[in-house]
């Protein structure tokens, strides 16, 4: 059996992005800056998932752009856990750090 993706070219289609991060945590621009970087590149949204921060995007709105609020988690070690080195109960996230 083969998977077949089917587009219908009559429907709208949307170019977003839905990981990145700004200088709330280790990225390289203010939430501001990103959001007029992806407009310029004809972008619909993004969602602005910093490390450890989940805030309101709501500001950045507009009638043809859209943020959604996220989050990534830095997965955490064993020893910073404080589960002890050989522990299977090692915190666990979505992204390393």
Same mark, same amino acid.
């Given at each position: 059996? /083969? $998977?077949?993706?089917?587009? $219908?070219r009559n429907q709208p289609a949307y170019?977003?992005?839905? %990981?990145? %991060?700004?200088?709330?945590?280790?990225? /390289?621009?203010?939430?501001?800056?990103?959001?007029?970087?992806?407009?310029?590149?004809?972008? %619909? @949204?993004? +969602?602005? +998932?910093? %490390? $450890?921060?989940?805030?309101?995007?709501?500001? @950045?709105?507009?009638?043809?752009?859209?943020?959604?609020? =996220?989050? #990534?988690?830095r997965r955490r070690s064993c020893r910073?856990? =404080? +589960? =002890?080195? =050989? +522990?299977?109960?090692?915190?666990? #996230?979505?992204?390393? #750090?």
């Open positions: 059996m /083969r $998977d077949i993706i089917l587009i $219908d170019k977003g992005n839905l %990981h990145l %991060h700004t200088t709330w945590s280790d990225g /390289r621009l203010p939430a501001a800056e990103v959001v007029e970087a992806f407009k310029a590149k004809g972008y %619909h @949204f993004i +969602s602005i +998932s910093d %490390h $450890d921060v989940y805030t309101r995007t709501d500001e @950045f709105n507009t009638a043809d752009f859209i943020t959604l609020p =996220g989050t #990534s988690r910073a856990a =404080g +589960s =002890g080195r =050989g +522990s299977r109960r090692c915190a666990r #996230s979505t992204e390393r #750090s």
